[in-house]
């Protein structure tokens, strides 16, 4: 059994008997990963200001850049992903980024250091701070800043629930370490424990070799366990599998089942927050079972929703979720779906998880999400993955009469206003880095038909809200806005840039039909094909007035004010 280390004493004295992780040539023990610790401390060290991005492929280069960041005083940010739109985002907040991102970020490296800089040193663990993020209710990431102390609080309770099951276990793994789960399963966690890290896998033929050579685990989220290819040979896999891990997000009974038939393993269902950390477990029939308090987490239901208490938080006091939940008579809970999924449609009260469940409990659907358009005048709409994927290759026409019947098997519990009035079918719900479906996705799929005409780039919404809203566009060589201008150096108009600005304001906000002018318009870089921007709108009903920026990894290219008439 290997020593536990506890996090703020993982840069003390060497122990190279150790393995960290890795395999042939990439092979590294803890002496090997406290000099790449060391390259990063000295890097950091001699870097400006405190706040700093990480974005890494690799787990191991993750956790050295992680942990020589803390080591020299540096708070970090984890974004989700290494897209320009997000990095674009974070920039204001951080000073720097590092790892796998353009070059034209300027990512720091990590310096060259002799043996006399791999000096034990001791954490501090109210000090060393980490940012994450998660979405909100409109899909806008939220900021959420964790102290050491608390995530080491958290691992010690995943060691004391699971440890022993796991004991001598590689960690593989279809989550990324840029989210909070990942981070703690993949990374924090084996470190403490003495269990060797590996490379994210998907799951294909490489992830029945990598769970088939020797003792190891599995942290995935559902997206991913839904999708296990059973086509493939998982004999080896099974004999070697000493646990599955499932968090992110509820795992459907059916995949549950799935699981066990071909891993031979049930998951184990972790449930929690970027804000709460982890709080309950559950294994078996997910559709029955109750949730278990993981050790150190104190729970009561308030006003019908749960309410918790850890060390995971951020202070001592209790924290009430939007999970509405009831007590189970076994010592445990059970959750009933999130208040804030309950929404109003002309002043009624209509529950989204309860249409998702009924959805779902349709035959020829195989998986659902209903959200809430925004807009004049609010609708409900849903994004289907049906069972039948000829529906897919269906036209309007085809696609119409399947929501039509789709509704119709809605109407004994719900009536005309309070089901779907607009309709998506697709093969697959959009997933994010970390296997989720998030609201900004959902949006997208909703964007109106645009003529011809208009000639909109590819669109990708990150965010929508009430008043502010930001997309992704990606300007295609053959945009007809680049046309004309200029023969031999296309680039974009700025009368474009405006026009898509008003245009795709009119999808997520209630603008006013006629504009009257447009101010403090600037043009500050030109935009040519190939380039990816992030439009950021903000719209004040108040004043009727649109703000509109455009930019890049190369800056502001153009900005304004369109200030509308009032309504007739």
Not at 66 to 72: E, I, R, T
Not at 104 to 121: E, N, R, T
Not at 484 to 499: C, E, T, Y
Request: proline share 7%; net charge neutral; hydrophobic share 45%.
């Amino acid at each position: 059994m290997a020593e536990w280390i506890p996090l703020h004493q993982l840069l003390g004295p060497a122990r190279p008997d150790r393995w960290i992780g890795g395999a042939g040539a990439d092979r590294i023990d803890h002496a090997g990963l406290l000099a790449r610790v060391a390259a990063w401390r000295v890097a950091f060290s001699q870097a400006g200001g405190r706040d700093w991005a990480l974005y890494f492929d690799d787990s191991l280069a993750f956790a050295a850049a992680l942990l020589g960041a803390w080591s020299a005083g540096k708070r970090v940010y984890l974004p989700s992903d290494n897209l320009p739109a997000t990095l674009q985002a974070l920039r204001p907040q951080v000073d720097g980024v590092a790892g796998d991102v353009d070059l034209h970020w300027q990512p720091l490296a990590p310096s060259a250091v002799g043996a006399d800089a791999i000096a034990p040193i001791m954490l501090d663990e109210r000090a060393c701070r980490l940012v994450v993020f998660t979405s909100g209710s409109t899909g806008a990431p939220v900021a959420i800043e964790k102290r050491l102390d608390q995530l080491a609080c958290e691992v010690g309770a995943l060691e004391q629930a699971f440890g022993a099951l796991l004991e001598g276990a590689q960690v593989h793994g279809t989550v990324s370490h840029q989210h909070i789960y990942g981070l703690l399963f993949r990374v924090l966690w084996p470190l403490s424990a003495g269990r060797a890290i590996l490379p994210r896998r998907f799951f294909h033929e490489d992830l029945v070799a990598a769970l088939s050579t020797g003792p190891c685990v599995l942290v995935a989220t559902p997206a991913h366990l839904k999708r296990l290819p059973a086509q493939l040979d998982w004999r080896a896999a099974r004999t070697h599998l000493r646990a599955v891990f499932s968090s992110g997000g509820p795992l459907p009974a059916q995949a549950a089942v799935d699981v066990r038939a071909l891993l031979d393993r049930v998951p184990i269902e972790v449930f929690g927050s970027s804000e709460t950390g982890g709080i309950a477990w559950r294994g078996g029939d997910a559709s029955t079972s109750a949730w278990q308090p993981l050790p150190g987490v104190q729970w009561r239901i308030d006003e019908g929703q749960l309410a918790v208490a850890s060390a995971h938080l951020p202070d001592g006091g209790w924290w009430r979720s939007e999970d509405r939940a009831e007590a189970d008579a076994q010592g445990g809970f059970r959750l009933l779906g999130r208040a804030d999924r309950i929404v109003k449609v002309e002043e009624r009260r209509v529950s989204l998880d309860a249409l998702e469940h009924a959805l779902r409990a349709h035959p020829a659907v195989a998986d659902a999400r209903v959200l809430l358009l925004p807009g004049q005048r609010e609708q409900l709409a849903a994004v289907v993955v049906p069972r039948d994927t000829r529906l897919l290759q269906a036209d309007e026409a085809g696609r119409r009469a399947a929501g039509r019947q789709l509704s119709n098997a809605l109407a004994d519990a719900h009536d005309a206003v309070a089901r779907p009035r607009r309709w998506r079918f697709v093969d697959a719900l959009p997933l994010n880095a970390q296997g989720k479906t998030t609201q900004a996705a959902l949006l997208s799929l909703f964007q109106p038909e645009q003529p011809e005409q208009v000639d909109l780039p590819p669109v990708q919404w990150l965010q929508c809200g009430p008043a502010s809203a930001s997309a992704q566009l990606t300007l295609q060589p053959d945009l007809r806005a680049f046309d004309g201008h200029f023969p031999g150096v296309p680039v974009l108009p700025g009368v474009a840039q405006v026009d898509w600005a008003i245009r795709l304001a009119q999808t997520v906000f209630a603008l006013p039909a006629r504009f009257v002018r447009i101010d403090a318009l600037k043009f500050q870089r030109v935009a040519r094909p190939g380039d990816t921007l992030l439009l950021q709108l903000d719209w004040d009903a108040s004043r009727r007035m649109l703000a509109f920026r455009f930019s890049s990894g190369h800056g502001i290219h153009a900005s304004g004010k369109v200030v509308f008439a009032d309504a007739d």
